[in-house]
Structure formats: structure tokens, C-alpha cells
């Protein structure tokens, strides 16, 4: 089993940048493809990101890409989620998200952690 502790949201304003990270524990971590989830009031939960285990191969929402920059650290067990130039619609909770299978579907999601929210403002 894998614990996940979501960090680094908070309340940034249109145009700038956060960093959120992902800490994992348990010893089968490095078995999974890491991804990040988000879900903004009154919407589903939608895809945003996804990385391999080897962390050669990522995957992009559109409405994300080339803003938002998906990586790994399988010494520290830790995923990050760097987000640039960010947008008012990108404000939701992020959940850190391992998988069984390298793709934008959350079935695959095999735990969710308990999120960390992005506030952007004007």
C-alpha cells in the first residue's frame, strides 16, 4: 500500500507559478506511473498530468500543456507538479494519483492522497 501527502498549494496570483509535491511511502511506490488529478467546485474530477516510473515519458491535459511540468524523484519517493503562468481555471485541488497503467484515466488510479488546493486570483 501506498500513502500519499500532497503539498505546496496555496493562493497565488493569474501568471504565477506554484510547486506542489507529492511524498509517498511504502515499498511499492516505484511500481507505479504517478499522475496529478484535479477537481474544481461543482466539476469532475479531471486529468492533468502523467509520468512513467522511470520518469522517461510524460502526458499532458491540453488546457496544461506547456505550462505545467510533471517529475519524479523515485530516490526521494516524491512526484512534483510545476505549474507556470497559471490561470484562474486552474484553481481546484490537486491529487496526487499512482496508477497501474501510464494514461490520462482515473480508473486506473489505484489511491488518491487527500489533495492540496490552488487558489488564483486576479
Known amino acids: 500500500q501506498v500513502q500519499l501527502v500532497e503539498s505546496g498549494g496555496g493562493l497565488v496570483q493569474a501568471g504565477g507559478s506554484l510547486r506542489l509535491s507529492c511524498a509517498a511511502s511504502g515499498r511499492t511506490y516505484g511500481n507505479y506511473h504517478m499522475g496529478w488529478f484535479r477537481q474544481a467546485p461543482g466539476k469532475e474530477r479531471e486529468f492533468v498530468a502523467a509520468?512513467?516510473?522511470?520518469?522517461?515519458?510524460?502526458i499532458y491535459a491540453g488546457s496544461v500543456k506547456g505550462r505545467f511540468t510533471i517529475s519524479r524523484d523515485n530516490a526521494k519517493n516524491t512526484v512534483y507538479l510545476q505549474m507556470n503562468s497559471l490561470k484562474l481555471e486552474d484553481t481546484a485541488v490537486y491529487y496526487c494519483?499512482?496508477?497501474?497503467?501510464?494514461?490520462?484515466?482515473?480508473?486506473?488510479?489505484?489511491?488518491w492522497g487527500q489533495g492540496t488546493q490552488v487558489t488564483v486570483s486576479s
Open positions: 509520468i512513467v516510473r522511470s520518469g522517461g515519458s510524460t
Open positions: 494519483a499512482p496508477s497501474t497503467v501510464f494514461s490520462d484515466r482515473a480508473e486506473y488510479v489505484v489511491y
